[in-house]
């Protein structure tokens, strides 16, 4: 029988009822609205990932994709205007946004026919600090898929049985999904380069000849 | 060697004269046996050929091996991803010679659609020596029946002596490609230079 | 979690007739990535004892071929050739999820007649990969030759079709953000017409040889058992997941395109083993020789496109959506994040047949070499989609 699935700012009150101090954080999502998500921080994501599998109003038993999104460090410039000796000055601040990396995953529940609910984790950053709580101990689906963000934007999943490259070989080192991957560079023959890969291609051509 | 009219006038009388090498080449080129090795979507199409509609036994190539030691003719029919590229050099080294290969494929050619990943590589020519390109996306089974007729011409064309016989019956040519290890950031080496020379391009205007 | 591991596993006792203990060491294969059973470049590490596996671990990556990572240096149009070469043997269904998952995004509506263009070659496709599918599994069991060659015979005929729409037999590359991209051409209907009147004939002559087959049976019942809660857990989707009795199919769920307006039921299977996987494919078929009636029958005059769609310059706005549809191999699903640029900020693909492989392991434990091959082909896994 299909239920209808309490929307998503019931749903965060169910959860914090349910669990005394977790926190979550609804992120909105503009074009489609039934599309929001809920963003649990990595130390509580267990304890709700297990709550919204076992609630019986809930019953979010497949975790039907895992996906990892990057977002870089960015450089934030706020323009304030003060006047400074009577003169009319403008001040830009740029602040560095440290990136980290997003972990999101959609659950539906195939004994309840509703869904998705989108769950999110962040690392703390992209360098050093990148774990997140595996569900896979929770949602066995996310095994693979959870190896899959590690190898290709290098989350590590604590609690994660096995956690291992899946795509790329044993021994390589980058994340290539991370926006600022450099591919290693064989653009030794380009027949019909252009944009990218045409700046690319001219470091291995020799220089244009001058015309006559 | 016989003269060719004599040959035609023997022939109408139903007297066959041949040579050796034509006997050989024709022998050898009538029974091309595939290496039953699919990489990506052109295999579908390998497949296709195969089958009832297209029917590649018309050809003598329906033989399709999966053991590399019982194949005549590699048929690179998809992308080669850099994780995969070392298992197919290593395919094509434990062919028996003589031993041919068709890249089957944008991919195979050059990497085709896939040509700006990172894990692909830029066409199966930096590792192998290709005899026949099929260009497309993937080639009809037609296409492969083309190329494995020229492949057929290529082979009936070839000399058993002189200074221009094909590789498995010169000592001094290899018949082994050295198989690339994985690198911490790309296959090592990524290409085989001795066997691979970018074509030189100058852009025009 | 209760994973097997292959110490819990008793395997059998490793006694020989008289009763004598043996010693022997596990024998250690790595199958693939090129060995004839594995439908491509995939590859298994086995740990055999005897015959019987006591481990099983996939390897994957041998055709990643960075679709995701390129599509985000592409525009949203331009990834539209790359879903169809992502399971290729279901170019349109991949359209379609990847179309979706845009007109979400964007808001865009689907006109009526492309609504009907969508769902008839989206069974078309069905129909074809189901039959393909038949065609390998009964390959690996050692039926070599006839079974595939009738299934291809049929394939033909619906790739006929696709390429009289499309202009290719596989890389159709059809469906638009809002529509479809061409009208059906002169007498397409008619055709389509005759293919779907003719399959059942070919259904039934498939099955009198093949269904009941006694070998069939011993090979495949009981063999590869998935229960229910396991399949939910481990996300299995598509007809893997309806084998174990789990009634869930994206059509009747989301209701997506016009799939409410058509009649047809989900075949669920009782045992979850591979015979049971076969046969709700069959079964399938049928099913969808009934909607594509039905929908050939409904098919009204209109545009196929709305009119509103842009083609160049899309771009939506910053946000996220999630389309899915119910694929011929499970639940397809693209998950798109949008920074209101004219590339995707990040393009995800929900690839079924990668998912559904998670349990492999589980169904193969205490088979034989031989039964792991079956089971691997009953997944139905198409490399492209695997690997992406
Ligand atoms: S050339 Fe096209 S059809 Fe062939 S493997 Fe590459 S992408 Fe697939």
């Known amino acids: ?33 039934a599309q929001a998500s809920l963003r649990v921080a990595p130390t509580d994501a267990d304890a709700a990932a297990r709550f919204l599998r076992d609630d019986p109003r809930l019953r979010l038993d497949t975790c039907s994709n895992v996906t990892g999104i990057d977002w870089p460090d960015r450089e934030e410039k706020t323009t304030s205007k003060a006047i400074v000796d009577g003169v009319e000055k403008e001040t830009v601040e740029i ?34 600090d990148c774990t997140v709580a595996s569900l896979t101990p929770v949602w066995r689906g996310c095994e693979f898929q959870e190896r899959e963000v590690y190898d290709l934007f290098g989350v ?9 490259r ?16 450099v591919a290693p560079d064989d653009h030794e023959y380009e027949p019909t380069p252009h944009d990218e890969v045409l700046a690319l291609a001219k470091a291995h051509y020799p220089a244009p000849e001058a015309k006559p | 060697m016989i003269d060719e009219g004599l040959k035609n006038e023997l022939a109408k009388q139903g007297v066959v004269a041949t040579s050796l090498q034509e006997l ?14 699919g990489l990506a979507c052109c295999a579908i199409e390998m497949i296709a050929a195969s089958m009832s509609r297209w029917d590649i036994s018309r050809f003598g190539s329906e033989v399709f091996r999966p053991s590399p030691r019982q194949a005549d003719l590699m048929i690179v029919a998809g992308t080669v991803t850099k994780k995969m590229a070392p298992q197919v050099v290593r395919l ?5 010679e003589p031993k041919y290969v068709i890249a089957m494929g944008a991919c195979a050619i050059s990497g085709g659609p896939f040509k700006q990943g990172y894990n692909v590589l830029k066409g199966i020519d930096r590792l192998l020596p290709v005899d026949i390109h099929i260009p497309g996306c993937p080639p009809r089974p037609e296409a492969l029946l083309h190329a494995l007729i020229a492949l057929q011409e290529k082979i009936a064309g070839e000399k058993l002596t002189g200074p221009n016989r094909p590789r498995h019956l010169r000592a001094d040519a290899p018949s082994e490609f050295p198989v690339p290890e994985f690198g911490p950031h790309d296959l090592v080496p990524p290409k085989n230079d001795a066997l691979w020379k970018p074509i030189p391009f100058v852009r025009a205007g | 979690m209760n994973r097997p591991t292959p110490e819990s596993f008793v395997v059998r006792p490793r006694v020989d007739h008289e009763g004598t203990e043996l010693e022997g060491d596990m024998l250690e294969v790595s199958m693939g990535p090129q060995h004839p059973s594995t439908h491509g470049v995939f590859r298994m590490d086995v740990v055999l004892d005897g015959e019987t596996v006591v481990k099983l671990k996939p390897v994957f990556g041998y055709l990643h071929r960075n679709h995701e990572k390129i599509a985000e240096g592409t525009s949203y149009l331009g990834s539209m050739p790359y879903t169809d070469r992502l399971d290729y043997f ?83 590359n059809y469906m638009r953000f809002g529509g479809c991209r061409c009208d059906l051409p002169a007498g397409w209907l008619e055709q389509a017409r005759t293919v779907v ?42 007809p893997m997941l309806r084998a174990s009795g789990v009634d869930y199919d994206v059509r009747k769920v989301d209701r997506y395109g016009i799939y409410d307006r058509f009649e047809f039921r989900v075949p669920l299977g009782d045992h979850g083993d591979v015979y049971d996987r076969y046969m709700i494919r069959v079964l399938e078929m049928h099913e969808s020789l009934a909607i594509l009636r039905q929908a050939l029958k409904g098919i009204p005059g209109g545009p196929v496109i709305d009119p509103k769609a842009k083609l160049r310059g899309f771009r939506p706005k910053p946000g996220e959506s999630y389309g899915r549809i119910e694929g011929p191999k499970g639940e397809l699903g693209f998950y798109l994040v949008s920074d209101g640029g004219p590339n995707p900020y990040r393009y995800r693909i929900r690839p079924p047949s990668f998912i559904n492989l998670t349990l492999l392991e589980d169904m193969c434990l205490g088979r034989s070499i031989a039964d792991a091959v079956i089971i691997l082909g009953s997944v139905d896994i198409v490399l492209g989609e695997v690997d992406r």
């Open chain 1, 1 to 33: 029988m299909a239920m209808p699935l309490p929307v998503l700012e019931e749903l965060k009150s169910l959860l914090e009822a349910a669990l005394p101090g977790v926190r979550t954080e609804l992120v909105p999502n503009g074009p489609v609205p």
């Open chain 1, 95 to 128: 602040r560095r946004v440290p990136g980290y990396l997003e972990v999101v995953y959609h659950l539906y529940s195939v004994s309840l026919k509703h869904g998705p609910v989108i769950l999110r984790q962040r690392t703390a950053n992209r360098g050093d």
């Open chain 1, 156 to 164: 590590r999943f604590a609690g994660h049985p096995d956690l291992r």
């Open chain 1, 166 to 181: 899946i795509l790329m070989w044993e021994g390589f080192l980058d994340h290539p999904m991370r926006r600022d991957y």
């Open chain 2, 24 to 37: 050989y080449n024709w022998g050898r080129s009538n029974s091309v046996w595939p290496l039953s090795f």
């Open chain 2, 92 to 96: 094509y080294n434990q062919m028996p």
């Open chain 3, 90 to 172: 279901c170019s349109l269904t991949n359209n379609w999820a990847y179309a979706l998952a845009v007109e979400r995004l964007a808001g865009l509506q689907v006109p009526e007649r492309a609504e009907y263009i969508r769902v008839i070659t989206a069974e078309l496709t069905r129909l074809q990969n189901h039959v393909g599918l038949c065609g390998f599994l009964l390959q690996d069991m050692g039926a070599l030759g006839t079974p595939l060659m009738w299934a291809f015979r049929q394939r033909e005929k619906v790739l006929d079709l696709f390429e009289s729409l499309t202009g290719a037999r596989m890389m159709c």
């Open chain 3, 197 to 238: 009147a003719d399959f059942p004939a070919f259904l039934r002559e498939f099955e009198t040889l093949l269904s009941g087959n006694e070998i069939l049976m011993a090979r495949t019942q009981g063999v590869g058992r998935l229960s229910p809660e396991l399949a939910v857990a481990g996300s299995v989707t598509g």
